[in-house]
C-alpha cells in the first residue's frame, strides 16, 4: 500500500521540477546547462532525482504511518519534500564538531514544566484536608 503514496509523492515532486525547469528553459531562452554559471545536464539530472527520491519517501513513509489519507496528501507531501526536510533539520539540535555527542543528564526543564503545575495541583488535592463524614440522625453513627 506505501507504493501508492510513493508514486504520488514522486508525481509532486515531478510537478515541482517540470515547473521550475520549464521556468529555467524561458528565463535563458536554451538549455539552461548551455548557459554560463548554471549547473550542467548531469548535476542538474542527478539533483532532479534526489529530489524525486525524497518526495517519493517521505510521502510512503507518512501514507504507510497513516499521517496522509489519500493521494492528494501524498501528492503535497512531494510537492513539499525540501520545505519538510528543511523543518525537521532546524528541529534538531546543532552538533559541535569539537565536541563528542553526549546524552542530556535527566529531562530538560522545558519539557517537564506542563507536568510540574499538574502534579502540584495534584499534591495539594491529596494533601487538602477532608471534611469528617456527615452523620446521619436516623443511623445512630454507626456505618450501615
Do not use: N
Not at 532546524?90 to 506542563?114: F, N, V
Amino acid at each position: 500500500m506505501g507504493w501508492e503514496y510513493a508514486l504520488w509523492g514522486l508525481f509532486g515532486g515531478f510537478a515541482v521540477e517540470g515547473l521550475e525547469f520549464s521556468g529555467a528553459i524561458r528565463r535563458t531562452g536554451t538549455w539552461p546547462w548551455r548557459v554560463p554559471d548554471e549547473p550542467g545536464p548531469l548535476p542538474l539530472l542527478v539533483s532532479v532525482l534526489i529530489r524525486l527520491g525524497v518526495g517519493s519517501g517521505l510521502a510512503a513513509a507518512a501514507g504507510i504511518a497513516g499521517q496522509v489519507s489519500g493521494p492528494f496528501g501524498a501528492l503535497a507531501i512531494g510537492v513539499a519534500a525540501p520545505l519538510l526536510v528543511e523543518q525537521l533539520t532546524r528541529a534538531l539540535p546543532a552538533a559541535d564538531a569539537s565536541r563528542p555527542p553526549q546524552a542530556p543528564e535527566g529531562p530538560q526543564r522545558r519539557d517537564i514544566a506542563w507536568r510540574d503545575t499538574d502534579a502540584e495541583r495534584i499534591r495539594s488535592v491529596e494533601q487538602a484536608p477532608r471534611p469528617a463524614p456527615a452523620v446521619s440522625p436516623h443511623s445512630g453513627g454507626a456505618d450501615e
